[in-house]
């Protein structure tokens, strides 16, 4: 069976200061990952894909994510917030392969919040 | 940029009455993903189609929810009775294929409000 845990439900960060939106995942098969992000009357966009290449994964919007198998995490980051960051964040799982053991797993979601 | 299209943006419906969603995905794309997304939490997956075909359906409570594609093209989710559980974000979304790897393309939802 597989899963994901978003740690934090929401995240609060100063404007210019790193953000990191963690996302740990369990699964039997070997996963593809996935960040997606959610502005408010938005639809989903993906922000980036870890499918079995590099384990440093680069995003649009200078979002980056690693894959740590031995952690089974796939934490989001960012160097530096930008007020236009501020949405909710999705880690999505699905195991390579597909049989009925194999859904597209969401996250519960990180509210990203940025301070001026 | 082509995009999922859903229709209609907003519904508000009494119990007990049927509503129906309409999605179009990206042209070319075999597959095709229905989920439901409570206030507050991430999507679910309902139902997933490769063409016309039903490739999982068992998380769609099928005593009320039914789904189909057709032509394995454009898509409708119907609800009958609505129950106000059913309160809740409907997303489309299609990807090229159904392999874990391919992206999937998110439409901008239809908001179900039951009364």
């Known amino acids: 069976a597989q899963s994901v845990t978003q740690l934090d439900s929401h995240v609060s960060v100063s404007e210019g200061t790193p953000v990191l939106l963690r996302c740990n995942y369990s699964?039997?098969?070997?996963?593809?990952l996935f960040w997606y992000v959610q502005h408010p009357n938005k639809g989903l966009q993906l922000l980036l894909k870890?499918?079995?290449?590099?384990?440093l994964v680069k995003g649009i919007n200078g979002f980056e994510a690693e894959f740590k198998k031995s952690e089974t995490s796939f934490h989001l980051t960012k160097p530096s917030a930008h007020m236009s960051d501020a949405a909710e964040y999705f880690c999505v799982v699905r195991p390579s392969g597909y049989s009925s053991a194999s859904k597209i797993i969401f996250g519960s979601g990180t509210r990203l919040s940025i301070r001026p | 940029e082509a995009e999922v299209a859903q229709s209609p943006r907003y519904k508000i419906t009494e119990k007990s009455q049927a509503v129906a969603f309409w999605c179009d995905p990206i042209?070319?794309?075999?597959?095709l993903y229905w989920y439901r997304q409570i206030l507050g939490q991430g999507p679910e997956l309902l139902v997933q189609f490769q063409d016309e075909s039903v490739v999982d359906d068992s998380q769609l409570p099928k005593d009320r929810f039914s789904a189909e594609r057709l032509k394995g093209v454009d898509s409708t989710l119907k609800i009958q009775p609505a129950e106000l559980g059913d309160s809740a974000m409907y997303l489309c979304?299609?990807?090229?294929?159904?392999?874990?790897?391919?992206?999937?393309?998110f439409g901008p939802g239809t908001r179900l409000t039951v009364t």
């Open positions: 042209s070319g794309h075999a597959t």
């Open positions: 870890y499918t079995s290449a590099a384990t």
């Open positions: 979304a299609s990807s090229l294929r159904e392999t874990a790897g391919y992206e999937q393309y």
């Open positions: 699964s039997s098969y070997s996963p593809s």
